[in-house]
């Protein structure tokens, strides 16, 4: 067997070492629900070595070079399918799946970019369980009326039921991070679909929220709603006062649709 991989901080490796929490992890998933499930960023394998004999189809998508070889020796006799690849570049429609479960313990550093990655791609993958930095975690599912409350939150929250598992301490960690951890699932909802445009709805939130102390009217300037429009209440909220669902109503009100 090869020797150990040593984890690479320009990466955000941070390799699980515990093998109750990682056990803790698989024990949240559905196998019966899902034939497919995608694991990223495996490093040497803690979190596969409980996933591999359950899953019915088991593929893991590393980018580090070292741990694809030590991957490969490790499993030569399991039916696994090992991806060299960025996870953020790489194609999901290539699983030809639609109840696709992303699981993995995340490098910090991209983990907003994944759950960014699993929206664009909600209509194959059904849902996620995964290691996250507490507060980013804490941001997915915050609701309005808190500071942490943004982007992330409610576009997640548009397609997904979110729930945060467990806190996980720095010490389950080779190395240990400066940040407490947590496991966090999604599960998309049963309708996916929103009754206003998704592009417009996409815009509205991000410049929302990139001045999030102003009032809506005065962050969608670039947008140049009518006056006549304007005159609706909610132009005059902060957008972190708003819900999802509030989000989709202002959408159409914009886009001048039946509500």
């Known amino acids: 067997m090869k020797k150990n991989v040593k984890p690479k901080k320009k990466i955000g490796q941070h390799f699980l070492s515990d093998n109750n929490i990682a056990n803790k992890i698989a024990e949240l998933v559905d196998f019966k629900k899902h034939r497919q499930i995608v694991e990223i960023g495996p490093g040497m394998g803690a979190l596969t070595d409980h ?5 019915k189809k088991l593929s893991i998508i590393e980018i580090d070079n070292e741990c694809i070889e030590y991957l490969e020796e490790k499993y030569q006799k ?3 399918q090992i991806i060299s690849a960025n996870f953020l570049k790489y194609d999901l429609k290539s699983f030809k799946d639609n109840e696709i479960l992303i699981i993995g313990n995340f490098p910090y550093n991209i983990s907003s970019q994944i759950i960014f990655k699993v929206i664009e791609n909600r209509e194959i ?11 980013v975690a804490a941001r ?3 609701n309005s009326g808190t500071k942490t ?11 997904y039921d979110v729930e945060i598992n467990f806190d996980v301490s720095p010490n389950v960690f080779k190395p240990k991070p400066k940040v407490n951890s947590s496991v966090l699932s999604l599960t998309r909802k049963k309708s996916s679909k929103i009754d206003c445009d998704e592009e417009l709805l996409f815009k509205i939130v991000k410049l929302s929220f990139q001045q999030r102390r102003k009032k809506i009217k005065n962050s969608l300037k670039k947008l140049d709603i009518p006056e006549v429009i304007l005159e609706d209440s909610i132009f005059e909220y902060r957008p972190e006062q708003l819900s999802s669902s509030e989000f989709i109503k202002l959408t159409q009100i914009i886009s001048n649709e039946p509500i």
């Open 51 to 55: 996933l591999i004999d359950s899953a």
């Open 78 to 80: 399991k039916e696994l």
């Open 125 to 135: 993958v059904s849902s996620l369980t995964g290691m996250f930095q507490k507060e």
């Open 140 to 142: 997915i599912c915050s």
């Open 149 to 159: 409350y943004g982007i992330l939150s409610v576009l997640t929250q548009l397609y």
